[in-house]
């Protein structure tokens, strides 16, 4: 089916079920019907009506942009005279509906409101009836009226032992004079003061030993409340008259089981076959050998960093524990050692329960790939051993093999599988950080990695062959739950290109697409810095920032400057001018600044529906020993994650129009990309998508000759191609697989006023462009 026939398919198939959706009652009884339209009426914006959304226990049929009830569309193709249909299934049955669910939505949002501090809320409904085509719409309309407030608040702590704890930790505070008396958010304080003490040494402390008193007498005005939050001691009976004060805990010893086994239920634990190792205050339990030095567990430890007991501190060994990859169950528990009763801190033991992983293990991977049309097979056969040196080192060696089809230049008939790849890469992560900041607080959130890896790879393609041969030496850290950072101090690409088909080379006419395909070296030091706060768990709004910085070449500039090392001189042949520059290792090495920065939102409309918008902006300055940009730090645009209507590498930069049989390899120095994706569940495991994506890539260096290609200020937004279309993506639980087809509505390298294909030309297949990827595209 030809791209445009299957785009107009694909609409004229949503068009087809929306009129379902719309139109067809079929399936309601008679004298009953279809709930079309729930909605909520309020005029105060503090309030979330999202949330109040969520309180109605009758909601309409699911939506697909707002409006259209594709699965009940969907149900609705269904015979009458069946009971089950394949549409019946995948599809949604018709929301009939309920007097009796409207009155509780009513009491439900009544409750949520009070909760909220809106206790004179008033809530009512009306409902519309649509006779004819036997529909309602239901309105919940809401007077919230004012709230009740917080006038002052005030402690009642009876153990002064904590009093001072807990009035001077106002930073994180989350009540205060003046907010609105919100039943959630004192039950969030009451659990921040809980941790706040179990953080010093309360181990026992409870959210239990918290309660409110408010009051409304004293105030003069009864939507005013006095706070008063009683903090009780260690006794909650409160049977004696004394103060009964609240024990702190030091965590004095260590008990680690590293190849812990859980025992059955009803069974008994066999002890007897187990070794002891008594380094105080650690006692290591294991069997037959100690498999990982102690000093792991010394340098993961973060409870004794304090000297009382901290939770704080429990969750830091935890997920540093977990990010070792050496176990499959963690388990962290304590228990009290008996002490005199006079004793006034208390003493716990911890007992570490560890399940080891197996130490190696091999997997083969075998997978097909596309890329921008071209077919191939890729097989990977991997081996792992995850304790090398027995501390928790993870060593990795992957070698790669593949076969790819790809069109010689000039051969538009050849099918063969003509383009060999064979790669070795190996890697080794070390849990700590190589360098004198051992205590930084960098590193105070999780154990930091130290990662070093050593790769080669060999690439024979029909009009060149290549190897690759790079080194990497970096770390990996979290410095937050949400922030991630990944440094390189050492980043050595090594590219040796040879054996290329004249034919190939002579038809390239871009410059820089030209000047890439030499022999160059890369040294380079970059960090990146992630800020996601996504949570796969539950489904809601999520932001993420990712912006990275590299910078290469001058390193190696200031050494050769500093022994006043001889350059080497020769004709560009590229540029026709005379040339000098340095070498290393008798190959021209590249100096560059780059950086980028990418932001995603994603908003959770419901449970069924979501938009994500992404936006890209990427800048790479070559300049000094080579002042052009190796070919893969270029920018490129189009293809399944980027501008989805133009094909990868085939839109740019700028207004250029590359001929027809050319290399389809257009890359630049700059970047800019927005997009926006609409996501709906459609059927089963599969989920539809809509999308508007728009940007393009120019060129920075004034030596390109390409027409069109270079940045300017005052045009570039007149340069940004767009483009829309629909996707469907099958979900298998460990991967997406997606497939997007994308329509051209802008194309820049058209002439200036006609740009806009829709109006201006017929659509045809060259408009189109269909996508295949794993996994979503941002």
């Not at 153990?159 to 807990?166: C, F, Q, T």
């Not at 008990?255 to 070794?275: A, C, H, N, R, Y």
């Not at 190589?434 to 070093?452: A, C, D, H």
Request: a neutral charge; proline letters at 4%.
């Amino acid at each position: 089916m030809r791209k445009e026939k299957l785009f107009l398919f694909l609409i004229e198939l949503l068009i087809t079920v929306s009129f379902f959706s719309c139109s067809s009652t079929k399936f309601v009884p008679d004298g009953k019907y279809l709930l079309n339209d729930t909605d909520v009426e309020i005029d105060n914006r503090s309030i979330n009506k999202e949330e109040l959304r969520t309180q109605i226990r009758q909601k309409e049929n699911l939506k697909i942009l707002g409006f259209i009830k594709f699965h009940l569309g969907l149900y609705n193709l269904s015979s009458e005279k069946k009971e089950e249909g394949w549409f019946k299934r995948i599809g949604e049955a018709p929301v009939i509906y309920d007097e009796f669910m409207m009155e509780r939505s009513k009491k439900q949002l009544k409750l949520y409101l009070k909760n909220k501090g809106y206790y004179d809320a008033e809530v009512s409904s009306s409902v519309r009836y649509k006779e004819r085509k036997q529909k309602v719409n239901v309105t919940y309309h809401i007077e919230p009226g004012v709230p009740y407030r917080i006038r002052n608040y005030t402690y009642q702590i009876q153990d002064k032992n904590i009093e001072s704890l807990i009035l001077r930790d106002t930073t994180d505070q989350l009540i205060g004079g003046g907010n609105i008396f919100d039943v959630d958010v004192l039950n969030n304080e009451r659990t921040r003061i809980a941790n706040h003490l179990k953080n010093f040494g309360y181990y026992y402390f409870s959210e239990n030993y918290i309660t409110y008193l408010a009051d409304t007498s004293l105030t003069g005005n009864p939507k005013l409340v006095d706070l008063l939050i009683e903090v009780a001691d260690n006794d909650l009976e409160d049977e004696v008259d004394s103060i009964q004060p609240h024990k702190k805990y030091r965590v004095e010893s260590y008990s680690i089981t590293p190849d812990f086994v859980s025992v059955p239920l009803g069974g008994s634990k066999e002890t007897t076959d187990q070794d002891t190792l008594l380094d105080p205050p650690y006692t290591f339990l294991y069997r037959d050998k100690l498999k990982h030095k102690p000093e792991l567990f010394y340098n993961v430890n973060r409870i004794e960093d304090d000297p009382y007991y901290s939770l704080s501190n429990v969750e830091k060994t935890y997920r540093s524990l977990v990010q070792l990859r050496q176990f499959r169950v963690v388990n962290l528990s304590f228990e009290e050692v008996d002490t005199l009763v006079n004793d006034t801190v208390g003493i716990l033991k911890s007992n570490f329960q560890l399940t080891a992983l197996p130490r190696q293990g091999f997997s083969v991977d075998l997978e097909g790939t596309n890329s921008s049309g071209n077919l191939g097979v890729a097989g990977n056969l991997n081996y792992q051993h995850r304790n090398l040196f027995r501390g928790a080192e993870i060593f990795n060696l992957n070698l790669k093999g593949a076969v790819e089809r790809q069109q010689r230049f000039g051969d538009d008939g050849n099918l063969d599988f003509n383009t060999r790849e064979f790669g070795l890469e190996g890697s080794l992560t070390l849990p700590k950080f190589l360098n004198p900041l051992k205590r930084s607080r960098l590193f105070s959130y999780q154990v930091p990695q130290t990662i070093f890896s050593l790769g080669f790879n060999y690439q024979r393609r029909p009009d060149y062959t290549r190897t690759i041969t790079n080194l990497k030496y970096g770390y990996n850290w979290k410095s937050s739950p949400v922030r991630s950072h990944f440094l390189n101090v050492l980043d050595f690409n090594f590219v040796n290109l040879y054996e290329f088909n004249d034919d190939f080379i002579n038809s390239i006419r871009d410059l820089y697409i030209k000047s890439s395909f030499t022999d160059h070296l890369i040294f380079a030091l970059n960090y990146t810095q992630v800020n996601n706060n996504q949570n796969l768990k539950r489904r809601s709004d999520y932001n993420y920032m990712k912006w990275s910085f590299e910078s290469a070449g001058n390193m190696l500039s200031a050494y050769s400057n500093l022994l006043n090392r001889t350059k080497e001189t020769s004709v560009d042949t590229i540029f026709g001018v005379e040339t000098s520059y340095h070498e290393m290792l008798g190959v021209r090495y590249a100096q560059y600044l780059k950086g980028d920065f990418e932001y995603r939102y994603g908003h959770m409309i419901d449970d069924y529906n979501t938009v994500v918008g992404r936006a890209f902006i990427g800048v790479a300055m070559p300049y000094g020993n080579f002042d052009v940009l190796p070919f893969e730090k270029k920018y490129f645009s189009g293809g399944a994650n980027s501008i989805r209507a133009w094909q990868v590498r085939s839109l740019g930069p700028g207004t250029y129009d590359a001929p027809r049989n050319a290399y389809p390899n257009q890359s630049g120095d700059i970047k800019l990309e927005a997009n926006l994706e609409y996501r709906y569940r459609f059927v089963w495991r599969i989920e539809g998508a809509f999308f508007l994506d728009a940007g393009n890539i120019w060129a920075i260096n004034k030596k390109d000759n390409r027409p069109g290609a270079q940045f300017y200020f005052d045009s570039f937004y007149k340069q940004i191609a767009v483009g829309t279309g629909m996707g469907l993506r099958f979900d298998f639980t460990y991967f997406i697989f997606r497939l997007d087809l994308g329509m051209k509505l802008r194309d820049p390298s058209l002439p200036a006023g006609k740009r806009s294909i829709i109006g201006n030309y017929p659509i045809s297949s060259e408009h189109f462009n269909l996508t295949f990827a794993i996994g979503y595209p941002f």
